[in-house]
């Protein structure tokens, strides 16, 4: 059973950074589409950051320029640096890959979250 593992998260306060990360288990054979969700209190789970296997990028409006997601492909790990941190980027953080294992089953998977505090 594929599995992916989020870490790194915690308290920082405004204007600081932090880095959190997501290991997928054994078994794979591939990592294709990663992305970084995100759900703060009272609201819906948004997207923040997309990296295709290629290391093709895209993120959201509110983060561009702050946040930067990356992948090591060998380590099967991927990762969301966050810069410049606001207040609002309060939230838990989720990862979201599609995963082919090394049965060549293909499906989506879902990290358990790690809570991101922007706080002074």
């Known amino acids: 059973q594929v599995q992916l593992m989020e870490s790194g998260g915690g308290l920082v306060q405004p204007g600081r950074s932090l880095s959190i990360s997501c290991a997928a288990s054994?078994?794979?054979?591939?990592?294709?589409?990663v992305d970084w969700y995100r759900q703060a209190p009272g609201k819906d789970r948004e997207l923040v950051a997309t990296?295709?296997?290629?290391?093709?990028?895209n993120y959201a409006d509110s983060v561009k320029g702050r946040f930067t997601i990356s992948r090591d492909n060998a380590k099967n790990t991927m990762y969301l640096q966050m810069n410049s941190l606001k207040p609002e980027d309060t939230a838990v953080y989720y990862c979201?890959?599609?995963?082919?294992?090394?049965?060549?089953?293909?499906?989506?998977?879902w990290g358990q979250g790690t809570q991101v505090t922007v706080s002074s």
């Open positions: 979201h890959a599609d995963i082919t294992d090394i049965w060549g089953r293909s499906r989506d998977y």
């Open positions: 054994a078994s794979i054979f591939s990592i294709n589409t």
């Open positions: 990296i295709t296997r290629s290391s093709v990028t």
